[in-house]
């Protein structure tokens, strides 16, 4: 069977960025570290005011054809999963492909496009959607274009007000790929919850503490439900294991979830028995309370130990480095994770052909999706060529009356004039809402 998944990556960050440390703890009266340690942000991106999820997608594509030398015609779908669109009719890949029509000859006629929805997990949802049709045998050799595109904003004040971030990230879905095989064996968990929406309104209502618990309750009934087409999973058995990320500070909590889980009833629990004990079985307790409690208390062990750090330290800590200085992007946010880790490996010279990744995606409302993939041989070229570095320190850092100012700018329901904070440079620039974008 010819291998499916993810040919070449680029990305598009807002380009503004703002301090959590200096610029946003001491206006919030808060302790930087709350921000920097706790939550693990140092920084978000947001879109200047002439950028949108319109114009962060289009860029973003057209890096990507531009550096793959892609044309229309070879391209037979775009799919832009967001959480941010600001149209309920006409789905935000056809704005996009406006913008591309623009720059290259011959047009998207013969595409197929849409637009995924279900919060941050559309962006995967949208690759399993490209996976299918090519499997399918529907694709005519041609590859698809998946976008993830958001700005993720909450309303001031809001506890998810530090999480915040904008960017794009672009994919191409195609056979034969250069970055990364997906798998056929797929994981869900998924169930109806109401603890971060969006029903008709600008910014989210959320319940945060809740959204959490919500995340590791699905995300860890997607491994269960993995684990029952693609046998027991062990930490060794992935070299990297990217999570979505809405702030660094959820991974921690996951990757420790999914660790015990992993580890139940193998050579890792039996080497760590004299040193924290084995884990609870759920039979040797009265109650459901009393063996989650065990469990929580086997966890905060499990943390401090040699073993999990060592594991942590490699498998999960380089897929949180982008994400730290540039927010939750929401459905963008689990791609970067990718490639932050993908990156880090490029830097150390590591040999990742043939070895595997296990990527854990959710989306609030709520579903997790658990799926392996695996190293491609032109993994390294493809990921060492797109300019992450050069955009993420050509942000202009914004001052807090900067940054309120740019959170009334991208908030729909008000009208503000606010002068443009960087210029664009050849690229697409929003010029108002459900008009066409040009290029400046
Ligand atoms: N030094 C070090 N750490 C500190 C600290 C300090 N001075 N002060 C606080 N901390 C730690 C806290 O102990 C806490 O860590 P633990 O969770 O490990 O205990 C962490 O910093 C955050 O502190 P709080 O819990 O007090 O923070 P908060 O209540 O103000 O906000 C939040 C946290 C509720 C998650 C909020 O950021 C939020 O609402 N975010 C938006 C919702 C969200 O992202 N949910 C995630 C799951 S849903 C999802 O994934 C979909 C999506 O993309 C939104």
Known sequence: MTAVGIDAI????????????????????????????????????????????????????????????????????????????????????????????????????????????????????????????????????????????????????????????????????????NVVELSTDQGYGSADETDFLKPNQQFPSVDGKRSVQVYLARMREALEDYESVAGDTHPDDFEYIPFHTPFPGMVRKAALLGYRHMTRGTDVEDALESEIGRQPREADFDSWDAYEDAIRDYMDDLKETDQYSEWYGHAIEPTIDISSQVGNWYTGSVHIARLSALRSAARKGESLAGKRMLVGSYGSGAQAEIHAETVREGWKDEVSAIDVEDQLDSRYDISYDEYELVHDVHNHDKEVDVEEFTQPDGEFVFTGWGRMNERR
């Open 10 to 177: 680029e990305i598009r960050t807002g380009k503004l960025k703002l301090d959590l440390a200096n610029t946003f703890a001491p206006k919030k009266g808060e302790d930087p570290e709350k921000y920097t340690k706790g939550i693990g942000l140092k920084h978000s991106s947001f879109p200047d005011v002439y950028e949108d999820i319109v114009t962060m997608g289009a860029n973003a594509a057209k890096d990507l054809m531009d550096r793959t030398g892609l044309v229309p015609d070879d391209i037979g779908r775009i799919d832009v999963a967001t959480e941010s669109a600001f149209d309920n009719s006409k789905p935000v890949s056809t704005y996009i492909a406006g913008c591309l029509e623009q720059v290259y000859d011959g047009d998207f006629h013969h595409a197929n496009k849409g637009e995924r929805k279900f919060a941050c997990l559309a962006g995967t949802q949208s690759i399993d959607d490209a996976y299918n049709w090519i499997r399918a045998g529907r694709n005519r050799g041609r590859s698809a274009l998946v976008i993830a595109t958001d700005t993720a904003l909450y309303e001031r004040g809001d506890p998810g007000e530090a999480t915040q971030g904008a960017g794009a990230v672009a994919m191409l879905i195609s056979e034969d790929p």
